[in-house]
């Protein structure tokens, strides 16, 4: 393999990392409030309201189950607005994102939905106000499991950034196509499928190892 | 130190509406110890989360002390809750938390400056016994240190009032029995006004001085509790201490009983034993018509405090009209008994 195709290799690797760091980030950080108003509004739950219950869980569906080409597509206009351009790795943040974040709200409700609801009972009993349930209890008790949510979105993250980079989003998805389909060069499409699969597997083991940390002797959920 | 009234407590369910509580008035002087007992579904839980109102009440009202809990808005609420410790069946406790930490968790909750909740901290873990577990996590103990981290979290605010759901139903008998004792020693050394919901009788027997029966959602009787234990006031009190003797008839004579209510000729009888000569004058009651013809089918009766306390099942057999004849006889002695209802060909 020529220098060039490793330095192609590398560049793409960071162009990888770059896009599905930046859109996790970006998803996790509309996801978990989403995820809680989930919770939170459903039926006998701390803030019940069925209308926002509704109304979230139907766009969170509806977002869902839109095939993510589509999406990738259907954006574009939104893309150029918020990035500029329609292309490259910051262009492929915005389609990445915007899938994430309803798929991990609809990870952080579960797992926020494990926490045993006898200690947000007990911590009303304490004399929380809703707020300090939220704060001091049912976020601090989910860590673990909010932290094995996030790691199953990263990994399918890296998985959609392969697909954004088809269409013009650069990184490792966009390599493989490009030398190892047009240009008939399996050995690159190897190296490519090779650094996806250790990706998500240094991505899967990191968020396995925080867990086990984080759960602290509780048996780990 | 507790004052109820008119309590009831109504949600809708899905089968349709639900009365947990019915019109449940009592008082609890300070320092004393009230036990609620009941069936399955008689409303206890309901009971000791209306009285610092979790769950809210439908009708009626709760006084702590001088505080009218009722007529509080959520923030005063939430203050007034930090007087009433509340002690949980599975101890709920968090996870992450150590022993210490989950002590502190009151305290920090009202706001109080570090080194406050450090000192206080300490305090209760020597008054739980758990110093030496104090940086453990709840999963590293065992269920009576657990309750006992449960307790101290409880008493963080210095409570007047504790209410205890089930307190050692969680426990083996000896974690149980230290889990009473401490709960007993803490309700002498500060006073402690408790509340508790057990169905554990020995539980009852050794930590109330009262206690109240619920049935359905009523509160059948209040009564101090060697007098509950020699003589209940109440069929459902008499029921709790023999619960097991219902289960011990025929189950299916039981079940064609209940399908046909009312008098028969051959009619299913349950009475309630609370005194030595219940028996006797039950038999002397029903021989004095030689025309009917008595079965036992079950029966369970022992003796508490030298009292004969149980409940006594027989199929009686003759024509219905003497059968109700002995029945108004037998209701003039006041004897308490309950009309399964009749089958056939049951000879």
Redesign the interface.
């Known amino acids: 393999m020529s220098s060039t195709l490793l330095d192609a290799l590398w560049s793409a690797s960071v162009e990888t990392l770059v896009m599905v760091g930046v859109s996790s980030a970006i998803a996790a950080i509309f996801g978990l409030p989403l995820g809680l108003l989930l919770l939170v509004t459903g039926p006998r739950h701390l803030a019940p309201h069925a209308l926002v219950h509704r109304s979230v869980g139907l766009i969170v569906n509806a977002a869902r189950s839109t095939p993510f080409i589509i999406l990738l597509v259907s954006v574009i206009p939104l893309t150029r607005w918020l990035v500029g351009t329609s292309i490259g790795t910051a262009a492929a943040v915005v389609p990445l994102a915007l899938a994430a974040a309803p798929f991990v709200a609809r990870l952080y409700e579960q797992a926020l939905r494990q926490v045993d609801p006898a200690t947000l009972e007990a911590a009303r009993s304490l004399g929380a106000s809703r707020r300090q349930i939220v704060t001091r209890v049912l976020l601090p008790e989910a860590v673990p499991g909010l932290v094995t949510a996030t790691t199953v979105m990263v990994v399918s993250l890296v998985g959609a950034s392969a697909m954004a980079g088809a269409v013009g989003g650069g990184g490792l998805g966009d390599l493989g196509i490009r030398y190892g389909y047009q240009r008939f060069q399996p050995g690159v499409m190897a190296a490519v499928v090779l650094l996806l699969v250790l990706l998500v597997n240094a991505v899967q083991w990191a968020g396995d190892r925080l867990v086990q940390r984080l759960s602290r002797g509780a048996a780990s959920t | 130190m507790l004052r109820v009234q008119g309590l009831h407590c109504a949600y809708a369910s899905s089968r349709g509406r639900v009365d947990a509580l019915r019109d449940v008035s009592f008082e609890v002087p300070r320092s004393a110890r009230l036990a609620v007992v009941g069936g399955s579904g008689a409303g206890k839980s309901t009971l000791l989360r209306c009285l ?1 109102l ?1 769950v809210a009440p439908s009708r009626g009202s709760v006084q702590v002390g001088d505080r009218q809990l009722t007529s509080l808005d ?2 005063e609420l ?5 007087q ?3 002690v ?1 069946q ?1 101890f ?6 150590t022993a210490r930490e989950n002590v502190a ?2 305290l ?3 706001g109080l400056p570090r080194a406050a909740i450090a000192r206080r901290v300490e305090e209760l873990l020597d008054r739980v016994r758990l110093r030496d577990e104090a940086d ?5 103990l065992s269920g009576g240190q657990r309750q006992r981290v449960g307790i101290a ?2 008493l ?2 210095a409570p007047r009032l504790l ?1 205890c759901d089930e307190p050692t139903s969680a426990l083996d008998a000896d974690n149980a029995q230290h889990v009473v004792a401490l709960l007993d020693g803490l309700s002498r050394d500060l006073e402690l006004t408790i509340v508790f919901v057990s169905h554990q009788l020995e539980v009852v027997r050794s930590l109330a001085d009262v206690v109240a029966v619920l049935d359905g959602g009523a509160l059948c009787e209040l009564t101090p509790v060697a007098e509950f234990f020699s003589q209940p006031r109440s069929p459902a009190g008499a029921r709790l201490l023999t619960p097991e003797s219902p289960m011990k008839l025929p189950h299916d004579l039981v079940s064609e009983a209940r399908r046909r209510p009312g008098v028969g000729p051959s009619t299913l009888l349950t009475f309630a034993i609370s005194s030595n000569d219940a028996t006797s004058v039950i038999f002397q009651t029903l021989s004095r018509q030689p025309s009917l013809r008595l079965d036992v089918v079950a029966a369970n009766i022992e003796s508490r405090g030298g009292q004969s306390v149980g409940s006594l099942s027989v199929l009686i057999h003759g024509e219905p009209p003497v059968i109700r004849a002995a029945l108004a006889s037998l209701e003039e002695r006041a004897v308490t008994m309950e009309v399964v209802g009749h089958v056939v060909d049951a000879a």
């Open positions: 610092n979790l959520a923030r939430a203050i007034a809750r930090r009433i410790g509340m949980f599975h709920a406790l968090l996870h992450r938390r968790l009151p920090e909750l009202a453990a996590y709840p999963s590293e979290r409880a963080a605010h209410l």
